[in-house]
């Protein structure tokens, strides 16, 4: 059951996505400058998160913050390139062809990050079933995007 709940919830995060990134592509347009759009979705998350944390009665684990390997943090690096990106991309390529190519990497680089076991995650190694899955999904993105 609780696996169900888990693959519902990833599944309702890909259709929030499809829509909050098209959302700030918006804002960069009433804006006038992707760069300020990044600068309010980031702001908007900050305290959406603060507000979250402070209501979670996790307080006691920013304590923890010295103890995460100092590279992991790159990872707030990668999202404001990856939401400035998405930000500027959209109005270009339009949602259709950017999703279909960010799901698309998103995939390739998931089956590497499994297969070594990667970032901590679990080992999933690669096998005939899911090179041809991959090889599938490689192939219908490119007939999707032309």
């Known amino acids: 059951m609780q696996t169900t709940l888990y693959l519902a ?3 309702a995060m890909g259709l929030t ?3 909050y990134l098209p959302m700030n592509s918006s804002v960069a347009k009433y804006l006038g400058s992707t760069i300020t759009a990044n600068v309010t979705f980031f ?3 900050l305290l959406t998160s603060v507000l979250i944390f402070l209501l979670s009665g996790q307080v006691y684990t920013i304590h923890h913050l010295k ?3 100092a590279f992991l943090y790159f990872a707030g690096f990668i999202s404001a390139f990856v939401i400035l990106g998405t930000t500027f991309l959209i109005p270009h390529i339009g949602a259709r062809k950017f999703f279909i190519l960010l799901i698309t990497g ?3 680089m998931a089956i590497v990050i499994s297969h070594f076991g990667l970032l901590e995650s679990p080992k999933d ?3 005939m079933k ?3 899955g991959a090889v599938l999904v490689l192939v219908g993105a490119i007939f999707s995007t032309y």
């Open 17 to 19: 996505m499809s829509i």
């Open 130 to 132: 899911k090179m041809i």
């Open 125 to 127: 190694p690669v096998n």
């Open 106 to 108: 998103q995939i390739l």
């Open 43 to 45: 702001l908007v998350a």
């Open 9 to 11: 919830l990833a599944f």
């Open 67 to 69: 103890d995460v390997p």
